[in-house]
């Protein structure tokens, strides 16, 4: 069943239903933890707090990440929606904000997995270093991923709606020249290398260019499973080939979620109930996306979201020169999707006082 037949008609608060749920069972593990912690109530309200700044902040961040899932997952079979939808959020909650986090030290420490999960416990501070530590490489992987993603967006040749006429026409008609989104993103990844120095510079480039070759991996993957999948039945494209896309593509906005969640608490476990609150959220925001047609609405939204995630993929470059706070990125990725959605209301506006003037006119001529 299509997520469109399995809920239609329900009310907007109706798709945040489980997200509620899980809020619920989330703050409650977080107040119990902060008690375990501390033993005061003091200490379980911090903690209760911090998890629900973590929620908001994976939101803000996030945000464009449920505009674009919502874009793929419209094209994907009913069956493969269902999967991303649950197989998804269970990848995102407990694989990026969990898993990931434990196996970057289990590299960057050469220790194994249950020594990690220990070090995580035990000491925090020591385990919130060795995350900070690997921070250069994480944004160089995943700012390469996203902005892949946002030029492929716009440098596109079939792409005829433009919000930003001037810059976007360009672009489109730029298409034609083969392979100049990667021209673009190694010639940025050229300059930040060379505004970095020995090894730090060393680490850039090859995790960038890693995060370059995933993305034509899972985009080759993606075209080739697709493809075989068309073969045998035209209602199974959008499968297996946009699942993994979208499971790379929430792990690449997982990061900035991840390493920022640091400055809050160094606890893992506080991180993980936190982000996953807001993972659930997000969540509940692309089906409402799919379901009520938003994108096909509000014709700017997808362009905002786009832009927003071009701007985070810069964002994390410039990281690895200096620190921006998050509140920043998610307040500036929110910007542009609000500006986005007021131009798309702004546009119906005119098309309805169009189509209204034209009937008018139609009337008094046949009168």
């Not at 996030?62 to 991303?84: C, G």
């Not at 120095?197 to 960038?208: D, I, L, P, R």
């Not at 199974?236 to 896309?245: D, E, S, T, V």
Request: with cysteine; hydrophobic share 55%.
């Amino acid at each position: 069943m299509s997520i469109s037949t399995a809920n239609g008609g329900q009310s907007t608060l109706g798709y945040f239903r489980w997200a509620f749920i899980v809020t619920a069972i989330g703050l409650i593990l977080g107040g119990v933890l902060g008690w375990q912690m501390t033993g005061t109530i003091g200490g379980m309200a911090t903690v209760f707090f911090i998890c629900c700044v973590l929620a908001v902040l994976e939101i803000s961040l996030s945000f464009d990440n449920a505009i674009v899932n919502a874009n793929k997952l419209k094209d994907m079979t009913p069956v493969w929606q269902h999967r991303f939808l649950t197989w998804g959020i269970i990848i995102a909650v407990f694989g990026m904000r969990i898993v990931f986090p434990l196996l970057i030290v289990v590299i960057a420490a050469q220790i194994g997995p249950i020594e990690a999960i220990v070090l995580a416990a035990r000491e925090p501070a020591e385990y919130a270093r060795i995350m900070n530590d690997a921070h250069l490489p994480i944004a160089a992987f995943g700012g390469t991923f996203l902005m892949m993603v946002g030029l492929t967006y716009f440098f596109d040749h079939e792409k005829d709606v433009h919000w930003i006429e001037i810059l976007e026409k360009n672009m489109a008609r730029s298409a034609s020249i083969k392979g100049i989104e990667i021209a673009l993103v190694l010639l940025l990844i050229l300059l930040f290398s060379n505004l970095l120095e020995g090894e730090e510079a060393t680490t850039f480039v090859y995790s960038a260019i890693y995060g370059l070759v995933t993305f034509l991996a899972v985009e080759v993957l993606g075209g080739l499973l697709d493809a075989s999948q068309k073969t045998m039945t035209e209602a199974a494209k959008g499968g297996l080939g946009a699942f993994i896309y979208l499971e790379v593509l929430d792990a690449s906005f997982s990061f900035d979620g991840v390493i920022g969640a640091f400055a809050l608490t160094q606890n893992l476990f506080v991180i993980a109930i936190g982000l996953g609150i807001g993972a659930m959220y997000v969540r509940s925001m692309t089906i409402m996306l799919v379901e009520k047609g938003t994108l096909a609405e509000y014709r700017y939204l997808e362009h905002g979201a786009f832009y927003a995630i071009l701007i985070l993929s810069v964002i994390m470059y410039v990281q690895t020169l200096f620190h921006i706070p998050e509140v920043i990125t998610g307040l500036g990725g929110a910007a542009l999707i609000g500006i986005s959605l007021w131009s798309s209301i702004q546009y119906n506006k005119r098309e309805r006082e169009e189509e209204e003037r034209t009937a008018r006119e139609t009337v008094a001529e046949n009168i």
